[in-house]
């Protein structure tokens, strides 16, 4: 499995995602990763 582990990166947008109410789905698609 390639990219297994997020980055920093990725873990900022998925907490600036959630404190904005974002659903996960929509999160995923900005990091390009699976829901």
Not at 12 to 19: K, R
Not at 23 to 34: E, N, Q, V, Y
């Amino acid at each position: 499995m390639k990219n297994k582990h997020l980055t920093l990166s990725d873990r900022n947008d998925i907490q600036i995602g959630i404190e904005q109410l974002k659903p996960f789905s929509a999160i995923a698609t900005k990091l390009g990763k699976d829901p």
